[in-house]
């Protein structure tokens, strides 16, 4: 005998060590941390800080390099004196003076001599005799390269609001990830109460199908005895399958109700997966004190409809922009070669650009982003009115769900002590099995109707304290 006790104490330490028990923690913290629309909220957030790194670069100076080089198949400058509408001048010039300075001051020394001869003329007749052609060719390559650093001083606010803009862009990215996690914790909760529920109903099928059990051999020996009809035996037997029936369907929903949570969470299935159930009187039974009206919108719906606003507005400062002058310093430096021979230079600058024909088109866009922020201030108004109204419809729930607990269970302590009296009687032959087992009925049917009442304020309960921004 004492072994076999132990063997058994062995094996049931082996099975709940095997055993994994989810928690509504556990399922929590899981559900956060697997869920796919979670993980995607999460690189939204990296993406608008990417996107915000990328707008405070236009504070900085810009810096860009060129660089070209080029082959002529002919050269870009070929002149001759034989082409085709030509034309050549030509400057001669001797030792710093022109070859006309020359020729008229040794005309003035043959005139103080007193030789008569005109000695351009004599030049002019001379050259007559000569032939020339010219050919002038040049350029067939070139190499050039540039930097070119550009600073804005300037840009009609339009850098200062899209930084602003980007920096909004993450604010709604983390608040689009906060209301995912409470829609992701709201789900799991909602999955794991399912799964309470229907453990809850099984306690009292599993109470009932003692009592019927009890009946049936009672009722069996009655009829044997020959002081019960047969007709009474039957009725407590097609309870009890009846019962048998409802006990298998809960076992079935119990499962399909856990794989879904587990699907939901990211767990991994299996048999020897259990789900904790919390104590009715202090976990899933309420408090005397229930939650008080929450008036205040701390919804993170709220704030996404305020930076709307927001952002509408600074869309309009940055169509303003558009219209405003631009100013903006630079310095560029540049090395060239087109002869041979290189040349660098470097040049500073500032550049102011009026856009005036811009005005008349972003005249109208303005008069459009106006109409835009007022929809979005229309839209948040009239949302936080919803907001506020799903808030109280939420409250008026929970109090209704509250009140219908103690009648639930003032319900099944009246079938309880209704069904103690009924067994009495039936003990003691002053009534029918018929009434003993609606009497029965009646206790399973309450405490039905009392755990899905619990789950009910629970899940109500849950609502609430997401509609008011509490996790």
């Known amino acids: 005998m004492r072994k076999t006790t132990l063997i058994l104490l062995y094996t049931f330490i082996l099975q709940t060590a095997s055993c994994q028990l989810l928690t509504l923690d556990s399922c929590r913290a899981m559900a956060l941390r697997n869920n796919a629309k979670l993980e995607n909220a999460r690189m939204e957030i990296e993406s608008a800080r990417q996107t915000k790194y990328a707008a405070l670069s236009k504070y900085f100076p810009t810096l860009s390099v060129a660089a070209g080089y080029f082959r002529s198949q002919n050269y870009l400058i070929d002149v001759s004196s034989e082409s085709s509408g030509a034309k050549i001048d030509a400057t001669l010039r001797f030792d710093g003076e022109s070859i ?93 109460w399912q799964v309470v529920m229907l453990r809850l109903k099984l306690l009292p099928c599993d109470q009932a199908l003692v009592l019927l059990d009890t009946l049936c051999r009672d009722a069996e020996a009655a009829v044997q005895a020959g002081v019960l009809a047969r007709t009474e035996l039957l009725k407590a037997r097609l309870k009890q399958n009846e019962m048998r029936q409802t006990r298998t369907q809960l076992l079935n929903g119990i499962e399909l109700a856990t794989m879904a949570l587990c699907q939901y969470i990211g767990q991994p299935y299996s048999d020897s997966l259990s789900i904790e159930i919390p104590s009715v009187g202090t976990e899933i039974c309420p408090k005397a004190e229930i939650l008080k009206l929450d008036t205040t919108i701390s919804r993170p719906e709220y704030s ?96 209704e769900a509250y009140e219908q607990i103690g009648l639930k269970r003032q ?13 009495n009687f039936y003990d003691a032959g002053l009534t029918s099995v018929s009434d003993y087992l609606e009497a029965q009925t009646l206790l399973y049917q309450a405490r039905n109707q009392y755990a899905d009442q619990l789950i009910d304020y629970k899940l109500k309960e849950l609502r609430y304290r997401q509609l008011i921004g509490d996790k």
């Open 304 to 399: 996404l409809l305020t930076n709307a606003v927001e952002a509408e507005r600074l869309r309009r400062k940055m169509i303003v922009g558009e219209a405003l002058p631009q100013i903006a310093v630079g310095a560029t430096y540049g090395i060239q070669s087109f002869t041979g021979t290189y040349r660098q230079n470097g040049i500073l600058f500032a550049t102011v650009s009026i856009p005036l024909t811009a005005w008349w088109e972003t005249a109208h866009n303005i008069r459009k982003q106006n109409l835009a922020i007022r929809m979005a201030e229309n839209t948040k108004r009239d949302n936080s009115e919803l907001m506020q109204l799903q808030q109280r419809q939420a409250y008026n729930a929970v109090r």
């Open 411 to 423: 319900a099944a302590a009246d079938a309880a002590d209704n069904l103690t009296d009924v067994k």
């Open 100 to 192: 006309e300075d020359r020729v008229q001051a040794a005309q003035q020394q043959i005139d103080r001599i007193g030789i008569d001869i005109d000695l351009q003329s004599e030049i002019d007749n001379f050259v007559e005799r000569f032939s020339y052609d010219i050919t002038l060719q040049m350029i067939d390559r070139g190499l050039t390269a540039n930097a070119l650093v550009t600073q804005p001083i300037f840009a009609g606010g339009r850098i200062v609001n899209g930084n602003k803009l980007a920096k909004l862009g993450v604010e709604v990215a983390e608040l689009k990830l906060m209301m995912s996690e409470r829609e992701a914790l709201l789900n799991a909760e909602q999955y794991y």
